[in-house]
């Protein structure tokens, strides 16, 4: 894992003495509102619907046991005994009071963590696949590169003003578990004819208001070029990006309008002047950053582990989690374990203290003191040994996050949306509690196999709707919330938007509605098809029939 | 009837707040002073004004309520959850030992 140097420290620790100014002088009547407002946005402290909410942020969402007790302590002491985990692999708090939140940043930096760039116009925290350094189909550790990018683009002058946010997402495999071309930047490292190591260089993807699907810009780009073409693309967005229109701002207007090949000789025009100055990554530079992420030290193991194989055969529960739960590792006789965030009438994304605990001590006694946050909101220990993964699943199931139900229906991602969010338009999370109620049968929820559903409150999108296999968006219908559905949507390397299947449900309606498509589809499949596959054979016309027949 | 109540977030500890009977602000909502008239609720925002200035509260608004039996009740759907708190039926949502 990355450990600060002394620039990180200090550069952190003196942003906590700074704020903790600004929330004196705020408190004294010194700064107002107006002036204070974008002073507590830039440490990512919002005002929601209910209180003030904190976004702490996991660069690309990997940390340690220290750091997870750390959050676990602070949602005891500063809040109400729990955080949120975002699709931004971040986690937020829902209460915290103003006052109390220097101490609470004071505390964040003893472990090498902040707020900073979790809020404003500005390049938020990098994201990656959530199973960097683990995943058997990777090339190389994104999070090298992810952490360059932090590096540089931490209170990057230029940057910190732009026309509106900026999110770049970086994975090192063929498989997309990182969403990257839903991002405003996505980067996949590759191999080119020659076997060499680069990225290809996805622009202008997003979701919100108006989403779109990310064009490649640049097949392939030398690692070391990385900084400056980042910034060529910077340069470029900061000078022609929509300043005038807040709903126009986005990178991805901009890559539309001109078109991807404009844009992208745009780009390469400011590339060349940038490249081969300051900005090249030299080779030592990046060996030091690659020595963090360096893979711990595995055992030589057999590839099947019989105690686990026995354990699976005998405990139909732990076979049952397996399925879902465990994904296939590098390293021989080890796997990667998901945790699910997603318990049968839970709240999507949230963890108690005692469950942040209970993660933090396994994580430290079988997974190599690594975790990580995914961007689907759950957790991820991403280095267990086969033999070590029933003990892990006895302590998930001992602190109630035991549900076997990664991929599938009941693992949904959700924005907090109107039971916390001052944007939103509906409520998002009781949606996904009626939805997962509905479908808790595992059994059932195991036939019906993979499928991704997703819900936001709010046109923003904070809940990836667009690219839910179901999407689920709320809106406001003269003060009623109702819920438009999408069908088709991908964030994976196949990524695609959903289409609208017709009028919106109301908040009685919705659950109906979803289990109506998930019926039609089972009614529909080929032989081993899943949800996504069967969609795009069929079409809609099959789901709407079954949604508005005889209406 | 319909009525204008005014609420706010405290600054300190960002509490839903709403303006009560001798410019006091209550958490309860139903402890509202609903405004009936234009003037009415441009007092009770001179009020939450001052407050702002005095730093006792943040960010105040006038809302739509209906009155019954005397009680305030919200109109929007936002309103009802910002003053009853999430709908979302977890015993996690709901303050502990502070």
Known sequence: ?551 | MSARIVTANGLRDGEVLYLACGGRWSRDLAEAEPAETEQAEAALMAIAERAVRCRDVVEAYAMAVTVEDGAPRPLSQRERIRAAGPTVGTDIATERGR
């Open chain 1, 1 to 551: 894992m990355y450990r600060y140097d002394e620039f990180d420290s200090t550069l952190v620790n003196e942003r906590v003495v700074q704020f903790r100014g600004q929330v004196a002088r705020r408190l004294s009547g010194e700064l107002d509102e107006d002036h204070f407002k974008p002073l507590r946005l830039m440490n990512g402290l919002y005002l929601q619907l209910h209180a003030y909410m904190l976004r702490v942020a996991i660069p690309y969402g990997t940390l340690d046991s220290l750091q997870m007790r750390r959050l676990a302590r602070i949602a005891r002491v500063y809040d109400r005994g729990y955080g949120h985990f975002t699709t931004r692999q971040n986690i937020q708090y829902n209460w915290p009071k103003l006052a109390e939140v220097p101490d609470l940043l004071a505390e964040l930096a003893e472990v090498e963590m902040h707020a900073i760039q979790t809020s404003g116009n500005c390049i938020r925290n990098v994201t990656a696949d959530h199973f960097a350094g683990a995943a058997a189909d990777e090339v190389e550790d994104p999070r090298i590169h992810a952490e360059i990018i932090r590096q540089w683009s931490t209170l990057h002058p230029e940057f910190s003003f732009l026309p509106r946010k900026f999110k770049i997402a970086v994975t090192g495999a063929a498989r997309d578990r990182a969403a990257i071309k839903v991002h405003d930047i996505g980067l996949q490292l590759r191999r080119d004819a020659a076997g060499e190591v680069g990225f290809r260089v996805i622009v202008g993807g997003g979701q919100g208001r108006t989403p779109m699907i990310g064009p490649t810009i640049r097949e392939f780009l030398p690692k070391a070029d990385l900084l400056s073409y980042l910034e060529a693309i910077l340069r470029v967005y900061n000078r022609l990006g929509r300043r005038d229109n807040l709903f126009k701002a986005r990178i991805k207007i901009l890559v539309a309008s001109v078109g991807a090949d404009i844009f992208a000789a745009m780009v390469e025009e400011e590339w060349r002047a940038l490249r081969g100055g300051s900005l090249d990554l030299p080779a030592e530079e990046v060996a030091r950053i690659a020595a963090y992420f360096a893979p711990p030290p595995f055992e030589n193991l057999p590839a099947q582990d019989t105690g686990f194989e026995a354990m699976r055969f005998e405990d139909r529960d732990f076979a049952r989690w397996c399925r879902t739960n465990l994904h296939v590792h590098k390293q021989p006789g080890y796997a990667i374990l998901s945790i699910s965030l997603k318990p049968v009438g839970g709240v999507p994304g949230d963890a108690t203290a005692e469950q942040m605990e209970a993660v933090a001590d396994l994580a430290e006694r079988y997974g190599q003191d690594e975790i990580r946050v995914s961007h689907e909101q759950n957790l991820v220990l991403p280095h267990v040994r086969l033999r070590d993964v029933h003990a892990v699943w006895q302590g998930l199931v001992a602190a109630g996050l035991g549900a076997a139900n990664i991929g599938l229906v009941s693992d949904m991602i959700s924005c907090p949306g109107l039971d916390y969010c001052n944007l939103a338009n509906a409520r998002s999370i009781p949606v996904a509690q009626r939805i997962a109620t509905r479908f808790a049968d595992l059994d059932r929820q195991h036939d019906i196999g993979e499928l991704k559903l997703k819900i936001s409150g709010c046109i923003n999108a904070c809940g990836h709707h667009h690219v839910g296999h179901i999407g689920i968006l709320g809106v406001d219908k003269k003060g009623r919330e109702f819920y438009q559905i999408t069908l088709g949507g991908s964030a994976g390397e196949d990524a695609s938007l959903g289409d609208i299947v017709g009028p919106a449900f109301s908040y009685d309606d919705v659950v109906d509605a979803v289990e109506s498509l998930v019926e039609t589809y089972l009614d529909l499949r080929e032989e081993g098809e899943l949800f996504l596959d069967a969609y795009r054979r069929v079409g809609l016309a099959p789901f709407k029939e079954a949604l508005y027949a005889g209406h």
